[in-house]
């Protein structure tokens, strides 16, 4: 291709297969991968999910083609349209004018979405459990640290701690743990998703915002949450049932 998948500062015997080759006639890993085609052995740059011809497609520089066929020019022309009748029509018009047949890849590419949409739905099932598991364990956690100190607490009232203090108390070591938490975890998650597990990803800002601000408000609910009821507890017990 002439800019794409393939840039001028690759070397000139390269290709980008479909998904569909890989596993057949080209193997994993791709490092070392090549495909020998016109007398000449391609090295295998990367895949791509292409619903042209269901997968089984290479692309290699179209100067280097050129070279191989000994032509000069192009006999397949990729367009996108607006889906509008009219423009359909025109396009059949031009196309026929050259001798030139047209054909629709939206039944294939339809499929293909639909296919990784229903893949998509189920990953994202995982960071969903995950964030559950970590606020169950995060509300575990601070259940048994303020049932240990509970006794601590009930000093406190009984030295005349009035019961908005004893909250502000509970909320601040609910959230020094969580800040302490989200401090280490927060920037390493991103790294290791951004950097190793989908590197050079085209993200928007707003998926990354997101991203960052679900986990932040499901804990935070739960630090809350747990110290709130703590809160109600406390505030039950007297001293006429304090024994000494």
Avoid at 83 to 96: D, E, K, S, V, Y
Avoid at 144 to 160: A, C, E, I, P, Q
């Amino acid at each position: 291709t002439s800019d794409g998948f393939l840039s001028t500062s690759d070397p000139h015997n390269v290709m980008v297969v479909g998904d569909s080759l890989i596993g057949g006639i080209v193997q994993q890993p791709l490092n070392g991968s090549q495909i020998g085609a016109f007398g000449t052995r391609f090295d295998v740059k990367g895949a791509l999910v292409d619903p042209l011809n269901r997968g089984r497609v290479a692309y290699a520089p179209v100067k280097l083609l050129h070279e191989l066929l000994n032509i000069d020019g192009y006999n397949l022309l990729l367009v996108k349209t607006d889906n509008n009748p009219a423009t359909q029509q025109r396009i059949q018009g031009l196309a026929g004018g050259y001798g030139l047949a047209v054909g629709s890849q939206d039944e294939i590419l339809n499929a293909n979405a639909t296919f990784l949409d229903n893949i998509w739905s189920h990953i994202l099932i995982l960071p969903l459990l995950t964030l559950f598991l970590t606020c169950a364990i995060l509300l575990s956690y601070l259940s048994t640290s303020f049932s240990l100190r509970f006794n601590d607490y009930t000093v406190l009232k009984v030295l005349g701690a009035r019961a908005r203090y004893d909250l502000k108390l509970l909320l601040w070591e609910g959230w020094g743990v969580l800040a302490f938490c989200m401090l280490l975890s927060l920037p390493l998650a991103l790294i290791f998703s951004i950097v190793l597990i989908v590197p050079d990803a085209k993200t928007q800002t707003l998926n990354l915002a997101l991203s960052t601000a679900a986990p932040i408000t499901g804990l935070s609910l739960v630090a809350v949450a747990s110290a709130a009821i703590y809160w109600r507890r406390l505030s039950r017990v007297s001293v006429k049932d304090l024994t000494l």
